[in-house]
């Protein structure tokens, strides 16, 4: 007690240290997922990619999934199913089950599984066995989409049908999967996806320039929701010349889906609402490991630079920078990524520890967010594609660069750059009504219309 009295009438703000030891539990609300808690029965309520379609092939993979350990598989009739891992029988693991022509059979005594946890055969049982029709296996609905995997964890009775996203096959995109695996706790993870301030520091400026180098440059930033009830927006805009403003805006969708711009993106040629270029799910495999799966965009829009190397986006691999580990401990230390800044925030970061300021908006929004929708408060954050109308989901993700002359009052224009930002949100939310083609169309000639208000 007298060495605490001591330090504590020590002069004030220094060497804090002995004051500050203590460190407080997690939020549990919004950072754990095994089955039961609250964001782990959220979570549930919305398909969840779980592997790459490449990785099923002739041998079943052992995937682990908000605590839950599960066996993937494609049988030799092309079905594709996901079953809770251990046998029913007596619970060996399915991992090192028999893909079979219909379903999976266990190695050690050959009960044999179809996809929806129906039991095939007890081929040691005698042949008028009940058994295998008194047993139902657990099993997820799975679904294939663009080499991803998805699976559907929920209560059967509430499942959504799987989400459309509008805009994607605009331009005959193609699609590239990956899967990059992170040992922390997934909610730091998506607070990443609106925190575009840590672009200008982590990316940008000590170490390399991990980005383009318009990503230096301060941008004004805005985090707005989107009118479908799909998720909350952060809009950075930033004046790049004397003649050009380039507004991004990256789309945190609910619950852990983040669209984001291209890495490539310099803000320095016009462009109207050029769109995603990742699609990224943060899937918890468990409390303090996460599993990233995602779909690369390629096309000649998204990618006039011709930066793409295909060979770069798979496992544990995506072209752009800092989003899997560095090669060594050394290297992550001297030229830190996202990766390093997320997995170093503790296996949980400690919300209490934080100290929040007015560039952590987004982050506090989208957790409020979060929590009003396991309390109930939100039930338009609930699936129904991931947009409440259960049309498909308008993605506001996309990269707009506006000739806009600098205005010369350096305050003036850092107002422009908030009310240009604010422009081109609700240009792309006033084309709510529409899909595809026509949402495209319909954007760019508003974009067109502010820029042409902007320059009179
Ligand atoms: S443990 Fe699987 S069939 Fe016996
Ligand atoms: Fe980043």
Redesign the pocket.
């Known amino acids: 007690m007298a060495v605490q009295e001591e330090v504590v009438s020590s002069p004030a703000g220094a060497y804090h240290g002995y004051l500050k030891r203590d460190v407080p539990k997690e939020d549990a609300e919004l950072t754990h997922v095994g089955s039961g808690t609250a964001m782990g029965e959220y979570l549930r309520r919305f398909w969840q990619p779980v592997c790459m379609s490449e990785d099923l092939v002739d041998l079943p993979r052992a995937i682990r999934i908000m605590g839950e350990d599960l066996v993937a598989f494609r049988d030799k009739s092309g079905q594709v199913g996901v079953l809770h891992r251990h046998?029913s029988?007596?619970?060996?693991s399915l991992e090192y089950g028999i893909v079979a022509e219909r379903g999976l059979r266990?190695c050690?005594?050959?009960?044999l599984f179809d996809a929806d946890g129906t039991i095939l055969e007890t081929p040691g049982e005698p042949p008028d066995s009940k058994l295998k029709d008194s047993i139902r296996h657990g099993a997820y609905p799975a679904q294939e989409e663009r080499g991803l995997v998805f699976i559907y964890m929920g209560p059967p009775e509430l499942q959504p049908e799987f989400p459309a996203f509008d805009g994607y096959d605009l331009w005959d995109t193609r699609f590239k999967s990956f899967e990059v695996t992170i040992p922390c706790n997934w909610l730091q993870v998506t607070d990443n996806y609106v925190d575009p301030i840590h672009s200008m520091f982590l990316h940008s400026s000590y170490a390399s320039i991990q980005l383009t180098e318009s990503f230096l440059l301060k941008p004004f930033c805005r985090y707005l929701e989107t009118p479908d009830g799909s998720g909350i927006c952060h809009n950075t805009t930033r004046r790049t010349t004397d003649e050009l403003v380039w507004t991004r805006i990256n789309h945190a969708m609910t619950p852990n889906i983040g669209e984001l711009g291209s890495a490539w993106e310099n803000g320095l040629a016009p462009v109207h609402f050029r769109r995603v270029y990742a699609t990224r799910w943060t899937v918890p495999i468990d409390d303090t490991n996460t599993v990233m799966f995602g779909w690369r965009h390629l096309n000649e829009f998204i990618d006039p630079w011709g930066t793409t190397d295909e060979s770069q986006i798979g496992k544990n691999m995506v072209d752009f920078d800092a989003q899997v580990a560095r090669p060594s401990y050394e290297a992550g230390q001297r030229d830190p990524g996202d990766w390093e800044a997320f997995v170093s925030q503790r296996s949980i970061a400690i919300h209490a520890k934080e100290n929040l300021g007015s560039t952590d908006t987004g982050v506090q929004a989208r957790r409020r967010m979060l929590r009003q929708a396991l309390r109930g408060e939100r039930p338009d954050l609930m699936p129904g594609g991931e947009s409440k109308d259960g049309r498909p989901v308008r993605s506001f993700s996309q990269d707009t660069v506006l000739k806009i002359s600098k205005r010369p009052d350096p305050e003036a224009d850092w107002e422009l750059l908030g009310e240009v930002g604010q422009r081109v949100h609700d240009a792309i939310a006033a084309a709510d009504h529409l899909l595809g083609q026509e949402r495209q169309d319909f954007v760019e000639k508003r974009l067109s219309e502010i820029e042409a208000e902007f320059r009179n």
């Open positions: 046998c029988h007596r619970g060996t266990c050690y005594h050959g009960w």
